[in-house]
């Protein structure tokens, strides 16, 4: 309790350790969050993604300098892989945002993308609320998006910054389409360099070609590692706050979010009934086996188990 | 019945109409894999994957060409990311294929990474099913495999050979490490061009790094392209068939994904009966609401859900 009261008074230490009870202990994470549930809600939530190499780093690194001129207090998940030989999330973003980790009016914390009981995008929604619960005026989930479990975690944003960049090559291209809806802002990086005038215009011409937007996104051209345009962003990022706010939007946004975080919950505990119910008896192997050897098929066993569980 | 009796015989029409019904209607599909799952478990099931630009359509294309000089028949489902822009899988794959696709011993199918009822896993799944029973000797699953979700559907395969190509950058490689793990094989691609070595080098520098492998994945490289060294990739895929077969390690990794199947089934159908429960009576939203308001915490409504289905 004495650790949950120097959190929500702003302590970075204490926030540091329920992280990890976050992270590490199922059953203590639980109580913690049911305990501060209640002081979360206040943050803005800015997820930052976009596909590797486009500099997200360091454009979250700028960002955070710009926001802390008005002294607002930042809170930052850095969502990285996690490699199976090392174990651990990669040091180079821990050592380039150093200086940050030092302001007191930040913090920094980077989170691998296994090990973690209930996954990751749990881990990292508990995460947030710590943060928010603490005090933080803006928390930014900064994860590399390319596949549908890194989308899945930007999605619990109030506003999510698509970080495009310039050169990446006809694949890319692709990928980027289908993250291109969770977009709420897009950032073309490295504007510097060849070809990020024809990137923005692309991304500009697929905004305009498609129908069922009630917000066109606006596109925004930095170049991070010289800090150019980062306030033209901010702009962006508080406009679209500010257009959630006018029409309703931040509510329904959270409340949509809410209801998948309760479902995704009760589902997460039916997964452990469903093994507890089948691993017991070795009813699960048995079943394995015959579906191996033909004798049935998995949709016929499956409504047994379900006739079973209800 | 007449539809499966001519796919049994190998009728690539069939065939084809048989993956539309498994990718848009749930129930005929559920009866369908009920009636040709004893027809299954025959072919060798290969999974491509690698980073955006690793070349991988270029190398399933020579792969198959190369299976074909032996007369197998082969299957190939090329999982495409999806524009929510246009909403169908990429044109281009299917363009490259053309030639092969003419081919009678050849079957080869696009599928997005949306829009299926169940998932891409499952509709992936299913359709490999269909061509395991219409006889294919090799069922190719080639994925753009970056994030969770590419990597799920590949690991259904008996081989996973994961692309690798020189130049992607330091990002890229933290991507690797991810997905390493998942590797029966490793391919450099593009092995003319500079610092093909040093990729392969520092592949052979994980691999020989970790400890926990019973068998240690060989390193390839080829020139897809130039059709370079596909030889030599084919005889790593057979090597490693035959390790599994050799060790009982066919029979343990596929009843590991038919246990996995049956309970990714299990939490399907009941996934469905949380949202029945709850939406039914609206109490959903009100259940929402109160989240929204920190009246209660989400932690405590999933248990109030959970006795409830119980």
């Known amino acids: 309790m004495e650790l949950i009261n120097k959190m929500l008074d702003g302590d970075k230490r204490?926030?540091?350790?329920?992280?990890?009870?976050?992270?590490?202990?199922?059953?203590?994470?639980?109580?913690?969050?049911?305990?501060?549930?209640?002081?979360t809600g206040k943050a803005h939530i800015i997820g930052i993604t976009g596909p590797p190499g486009a500099g997200k780093s360091t454009?979250?690194?700028?960002?955070?300098?710009?926001?802390r001129k008005s002294d607002y207090k930042v809170g930052v998940i850095a969502v990285d892989p996690t490699s199976p030989y090392t174990g651990g999330a990669i040091l180079g973003d821990r050592i380039r945002m150093n200086d940050l980790a030092l302001d007191p009016g930040v913090f920094i914390r980077s989170m691998g993308t296994r090990g973690y009981l209930g996954g990751l995008a749990k881990a990292t929604r508990?995460?947030?609320?710590?943060?928010?619960?603490?005090g933080c005026d803006y928390i930014i989930i900064e994860t590399v998006g390319v596949g549908q479990s890194e989308v899945d975690i930007v999605k619990a944003a109030d506003t999510v910054v698509l970080v495009m960049v310039p050169g990446l090559g006809d694949?890319?291209?692709?990928?980027?389409?289908?993250?291109?809806?969770?977009?709420?802002l897009f950032v073309v990086n490295k504007s510097d360099i060849f070809g990020a005038q024809r990137t923005a215009t692309e991304i500009n011409m697929m905004l305009d070609m498609?129908?069922?937007?009630?917000?066109?996104?606006?596109?925004?051209?930095?170049?991070?590692?010289?800090?150019?345009?980062?306030?033209q962003?901010?702009?962006?990022?508080?406009?679209?706050?500010?257009?959630?706010?006018?029409?309703?939007?931040?509510?329904?946004?959270?409340?949509?979010?809410?209801?998948r975080e309760l479902l995704e919950l009760v589902e997460e505990e039916l997964?452990?009934?469903?093994?507890?119910?089948?691993?017991?008896?070795?009813?699960?192997?048995?079943?394995?086996?015959?579906?191996?050897?033909?004798?049935?098929?998995?949709f016929t066993l499956r409504d047994v188990l379900l006739s079973r569980i209800k």
């Open 14 to 39: 204490a926030c540091a350790r329920l992280i990890s009870i976050v992270e590490n202990d199922e059953k203590e994470s639980e109580k913690l969050i049911k305990t501060i549930y209640k002081h």
């Open 59 to 67: 454009l979250t690194d700028k960002y955070v300098k710009l926001l």
């Open 126 to 134: 508990n995460a947030v609320k710590i943060l928010d619960a603490s």
């Open 171 to 184: 694949d890319i291209q692709s990928i980027k389409a289908g993250i291109m809806e969770i977009g709420d």
């Open 210 to 231: 498609s129908q069922d937007m009630d917000r066109r996104p606006p596109v925004v051209m930095v170049t991070a590692n010289q800090n150019k345009n980062i306030e």
């Open 233 to 259: 962003m901010e702009q962006e990022i508080q406009k679209h706050y500010q257009y959630l706010v006018d029409n309703g939007l931040l509510e329904e946004r959270r409340k949509k979010n809410i209801k």
């Open 271 to 298: 997964k452990k009934l469903v093994i507890r119910e089948t691993e017991n008896n070795g009813e699960l192997d048995s079943m394995t086996e015959s579906l191996f050897n033909k004798e049935t098929d998995p």
